[in-house]
Antibody
Framework: EVQVVESGGGLVQPGGSLKLSCAAS????????LHWVRQASGKGLEWVGL??????????GYSASVKGRFTMSRDDSKNTAYLQMNSLKTEDTAVYYC???????????WGQGTLVTVSS | QSVLTQPPSVSAAPGQKVTISCSGS????????VYWYQQLPGTAPKLLIY???KRPSGIPDRFSGSQSGTSVTLGITGLQTGDEADYYC???????????FGGGTKLTVL
């Protein structure tokens, strides 16, 4: 079964750090780009960034709102991608989804999401 | 404020047809493929349309996508109460070098 499963969410204080994981299965992970998309409660979808697969030399890209604070990485031997979040702000509070395209060029594989709450 | 503009809400009766628009610019919709997602309450989004007008396996042909210039439209025919959801358009913005989403449209089936 094709799936991605996020973990690592939780409560963190402003200025703190958190690392999310995205475990993938059922498809060729090393060749796939992985994106993170977040959604604040009652709000729309916001793209956070991506890390490409091996064919594209693991290039990364980030939204302006997280650039310089968030870092994406991956371990293809574990079929897992990571989102390291530093200098967290209250506005980073959201459900974070790991997403990828497996059978189409769109985001056809979504995880269940993991909730990150930044609050004192 | 989203780079892609969608109406906040649309509504129609069961069995009817509804369209949801998404407008952008030459740096996004005008020169890149557009994707549509359906998000039912409390669930992760699901891909409905890819590359402007293609349907993934399992998506009924009641859902369609079209593009004209810097705008795209999602069409849903034979509306069902189960279609009540939020719908998002998405594409790549070549000028910003980021993925962009529309603000989302809430569909109500009256």
């Amino acid at each position: 079964e094709v799936q991605v499963v996020e973990s690592g969410g939780g409560l963190v204080q402003p200025g703190g750090s958190l690392k999310l994981s995205c475990a993938a299965s059922g498809f060729t992970f090393s060749g796939s780009g992985l994106h993170w998309v977040r959604q604040a409660s009652g709000k729309g979808l916001e793209w956070v960034g991506l890390i490409e697969g091996k064919p594209k030399n693991y290039a990364t890209g980030y939204s302006a709102s997280v650039k310089g604070r968030f870092t994406m990485s991956r371990d293809d031997s574990k079929n897992t991608a990571y989102l390291q979040m530093n200098s967290l702000k209250t506005e980073d509070t959201a459900v974070y989804y790991c997403v990828t395209g497996v059978t189409t060029t769109g985001f056809d594989c979504w995880g269940q999401g993991t909730l990150v709450t930044v609050s004192s | 404020q989203s780079v892609l503009t969608q109406p906040p809400s649309v509504s129609a009766a069961p069995g009817q047809k509804v369209t949801i628009s998404c407008s952008g610019s030459s740096s996004n919709i005008g020169n890149n493929y557009v994707y549509w997602y359906q998000q039912l309450p409390g669930t992760a989004p699901k891909l409905l349309i890819y590359e402007n007008n293609k349907r993934p396996s399992g998506i009924p042909d009641r859902f369609s996508g079209s593009q004209s210039g810097t705008s795209v439209t999602l069409g849903i025919t034979g509306l069902q109460t189960g279609d009540e959801a939020d719908y998002y358009c998405e594409t790549w913005d070549s000028s910003l070098s980021v993925v962009v989403f529309g603000g989302g449209t809430k569909l109500t089936v009256l």
